[in-house]
């Protein structure tokens, strides 16, 4: 009989594959099916708190979560190990130490930087991918605050960082330095005249997809605290300490150089013979992908069709959520029998940081909030994650509303 249950096999623990398995341990018994997770790291991370990571608003433990703190490793088998290639033809993942079968799979790996062929982006800029990519970027921006502070003669570029995109990751990470450059410019005696902060974005506007109103008021309160933006301006080619920018193509010189212009899924679903469509496989509207029905893919290596506007959905935290929902749900029909659940979209609306007590966006049917009711908004939003993942145990110790 055990060897007769099926294997669902979840790639990654992100937010889709953590809340996919944690959905199949309450949809499944022990005796029912065969759940494993397999992932890089042995904890799971906020992709979403991760701009506070880079910038060094948050230690890096805040945002990391042990895996089997969270998911009974009991029910779920975790596999500590890299994937290498889905063998679909075979129902079989190749992994670094070993091969695993599947009579489902879940593939939830996450993204990768998009550089759109700029030359030099892969090589010169930092990007906000991971936990360690990230504590590069804050452990680099303070060497380059100690260098300044210690060299004879500094060179004024070292305290410029040039930050590409101005999308949800980018104009949070301005936030985020906006609050943290002056407690560096007090930590290293440095005046906050001598930083600069510039932003290169090449659509015309920041945030695209947002409300006029909120998009002033982001883009002011950015502003005021020290932030330049270069609007509808391209990022042509990036250099070592340089970026060159715009029609004129000018260089500007800098010590930090952090793209988060874009992302497409991880290079492992493309590689494993799935079509890609700008970086991302069109799944049908059950989150499966096209001729693999035993195959669903979330999250971020995923386009999902929104039918009512003809265009995917953003590869959101709050989406990738919902997916893992169906995802789950969608795996039992077909175990057992059923109607196929087709995902819809249940926005309850987006709000992004600007760092400390500021933030913006709309919830409950496109209300707009600013300023601090709209950063309380946003850490509700984060702790009630950190809820449906942990309960009130991973509030207390992770969530932005702990009461020590």
């Given at each position: 009989?055990?060897?007769?249950?099926?294997?669902?096999?979840?790639?990654?623990a992100g937010y889709a594959g953590m809340m996919t398995t944690k959905r199949l341990t309450q949809q499944f018994s022990q005796e029912e099916v065969e759940i494993t997770l397999v992932n890089?790291?042995?904890?799971?991370?906020?992709?979403?708190?991760?701009?506070?990571?880079?910038?060094?608003?948050?230690?890096?433990?805040?945002?990391?979560?042990?895996?089997?703190?969270?998911?009974?490793?009991?029910?779920?088998?975790?596999?500590?190990?890299?994937?290498?290639?889905?063998?679909?033809?075979?129902?079989?993942?190749?992994?670094?130490?070993?091969?695993?079968?599947?009579?489902?799979?879940?593939?939830?790996?996450?993204?990768?930087?998009?550089?759109?062929?700029?030359?030099?982006?892969?090589?010169?800029?930092?990007?906000?991918?991971?936990?360690?990519?990230?504590?590069?970027?804050?452990?680099?921006?303070?060497?380059?605050?100690?260098?300044?502070?210690?060299?004879?003669?500094?060179?004024?570029?070292?305290?410029?960082?040039?930050?590409?995109?101005?999308?949800?990751?980018?104009?949070?990470?301005?936030?985020?330095?906006?609050?943290?450059?002056?407690?560096?410019?007090?930590?290293?005696?440095?005046?906050?005249?001598?930083?600069?902060?510039i932003d290169v974005e090449a659509m015309s506007t920041i945030l695209p997809g947002f409300n006029e109103e909120l998009l002033s008021y982001a883009k002011e309160s950015l502003e005021y605290?020290?932030?330049?933006?270069?609007?509808?301006?391209?990022?042509?080619?990036?250099?070592?300490?340089?970026?060159?920018?715009?029609?004129?193509?000018?260089?500007?010189?800098?010590?930090?150089?952090?793209?988060?212009?874009?992302?497409?899924?991880?290079?492992?679903?493309?590689?494993?013979?799935?079509?890609?469509?700008?970086?991302?496989?069109?799944?049908?509207?059950?989150?499966?992908?096209?001729?693999?029905?035993?195959?669903?893919?979330?999250?971020?290596?995923?386009?999902?069709?929104?039918?009512?506007?003809?265009?995917?959905?953003?590869?959101?935290?709050?989406?990738?959520?919902?997916?893992?929902?169906?995802?789950?749900?969608?795996?039992?029909?077909?175990?057992?029998?059923?109607?196929?659940?087709?995902?819809?979209?249940?926005?309850?609306?987006?709000?992004?940081?600007?760092?400390?007590?500021?933030?913006?966006?709309?919830?409950?049917?496109?209300?707009?909030?600013?300023?601090?009711?709209?950063?309380?908004?946003?850490?509700?939003?984060?702790?009630?994650?950190?809820?449906?993942?942990?309960?009130?145990?991973?509030?207390?110790?992770?969530?932005?509303?702990?009461?020590?």
């Open positions: 009989m055990i060897g007769n249950k099926p294997k669902i096999v979840v790639l990654g890089k790291h042995n904890y799971h991370y906020q992709t979403t708190w991760l701009h506070e990571v880079a910038a060094g608003t948050i230690d890096v433990n805040r945002s990391r979560i042990m895996i089997s703190d969270v998911i009974n490793t009991r029910r779920v088998n975790f596999v500590h190990d890299t994937v290498i290639k889905i063998n679909k033809e075979d129902k079989t993942v190749q992994l670094e130490n070993g091969e695993i079968s599947y009579d489902y799979l879940v593939i939830g790996l996450g993204f990768e930087k998009a550089t759109f062929g700029i030359p030099g982006m892969e090589e010169h800029a930092f990007s906000i991918q991971s936990v360690d990519t990230s504590r590069m970027i804050r452990d680099h921006i303070e060497y380059q605050f100690a260098r300044y502070r210690n060299e004879t003669n500094p060179d004024p570029s070292m305290l410029t960082i040039v930050v590409g995109g101005a999308g949800f990751t980018g104009i949070e990470f301005l936030g985020e330095l906006a609050e943290r450059i002056p407690l560096l410019c007090k930590k290293y005696d440095i005046p906050r005249q001598d930083v600069k902060i605290r020290g932030i330049e933006f270069k609007l509808g301006t391209m990022i042509k080619e990036v250099k070592a300490d340089s970026v060159i920018v715009g029609e004129d193509e000018e260089e500007i010189t800098a010590g930090t150089i952090v793209w988060t212009g874009g992302v497409q899924a991880n290079r492992i679903v493309g590689e494993s013979g799935f079509e890609l469509t700008k970086g991302k496989v069109n799944v049908d509207a059950t989150l499966r992908a096209p001729g693999h029905d035993e195959v669903f893919i979330l999250g971020d290596c995923a386009w999902v069709m929104n039918n009512e506007t003809g265009k995917p959905y953003p590869p959101t935290a709050q989406i990738a959520i919902q997916e893992a929902d169906v995802c789950a749900h969608n795996i039992k029909t077909m175990i057992y029998g059923g109607t196929l659940q087709e995902f819809k979209f249940d926005d309850k609306g987006t709000v992004a940081s600007l760092g400390g007590s500021d933030a913006m966006g709309t919830v409950f049917d496109g209300n707009k909030i600013y300023g601090m009711q709209a950063k309380v908004m946003k850490n509700v939003i984060d702790d009630r994650y950190l809820f449906l993942l942990g309960g009130p145990t991973l509030v207390l110790k992770k969530g932005k509303f702990r009461p020590f």
